[in-house]
C-alpha cells in the first residue's frame, strides 16, 4: 500500500490545502482517508450517541441500542435477537421529541453476534416525516463535522 500511495503522490505530485483539496486535478494523498468503497444502496448515518429501540413479535418484547440507521432501516445492538426473516414492531427513542417513533413493521434481514439489522417496510407518514427529518439532520451535523475536521487539518 505505501508504494502504491508513494507512486501515485509521484505521479499527481503535492497540493495545497485540506482533505479533499484539488489543486490542478491533484489530490493531496497525505491527507485523503483511504476507505474501502461503499457498496450500499442507502447512506447509514453512523449515531454519536447510541438511542434507544423497543421491538416486539408475537412471541417477545425486548429492547436494545441502535447502531446506524437510515429512513429504510436500522442496526440494533441487543441480548435477545429475533430469527432472520421475523417480522417485528418498533419504536426508536430518539432524542429529537419526546414520543417514540414508531415502524409499524420491520423485517430481520441479517443476524450477527449480539446484532441485527432491521428493514423498514411499514411506517405512518407522519412517523416518517419525521424519520427522515431526522436522519437529514444528522447527515448533515456528520458532514459539518468533516468539513471543520478537514479545515482544521489545514
Given at each position: 500500500m505505501g508504494r502504491i500511495r508513494t507512486t501515485l503522490r509521484t505521479l499527481l505530485g503535492p497540493c495545497e490545502r485540506g482533505i479533499h483539496s484539488v489543486t490542478r486535478g491533484r489530490l493531496d494523498w497525505d491527507t485523503v482517508?483511504?476507505?474501502?468503497?461503499?457498496?450500499?444502496?442507502?447512506?447509514?448515518?453512523?449515531l454519536a450517541e447510541q438511542y434507544s429501540v423497543m421491538f416486539s413479535d408475537t412471541a417477545t418484547i425486548a429492547e436494545g441500542k441502535i447502531m446506524n440507521l437510515t429512513v429504510f432501516g436500522c442496526a440494533i445492538e441487543c441480548a435477545a435477537l429475533a430469527p432472520y426473516g421475523t417480522?417485528?414492531?418498533?419504536?426508536?427513542?430518539?432524542?429529537?421529541?419526546?414520543q417514540s417513533l414508531p415502524v409499524e413493521e420491520a423485517e430481520v434481514r441479517w443476524v450477527q453476534g449480539n446484532r441485527m439489522g432491521l428493514q423498514f417496510h411499514k411506517v405512518e407518514?407522519?412517523?416518517?416525516?419525521?424519520?427522515?427529518?431526522?436522519?437529514?439532520?444528522?447527515?448533515?451535523?456528520?458532514?459539518?463535522?468533516?468539513?471543520?475536521?478537514?479545515?482544521?487539518?489545514c
Open positions: 482517508e483511504l476507505t474501502y468503497p461503499y457498496f450500499r444502496q442507502h447512506y447509514r448515518v453512523p417480522t417485528l414492531q418498533v419504536r426508536l427513542i430518539l432524542p429529537d421529541q419526546a407518514r407522519a412517523a416518517d416525516f419525521r424519520l427522515h427529518g431526522f436522519v437529514w439532520d444528522r447527515m448533515v451535523e456528520r458532514l459539518r463535522t468533516i468539513t471543520q475536521e478537514g479545515f482544521s487539518a
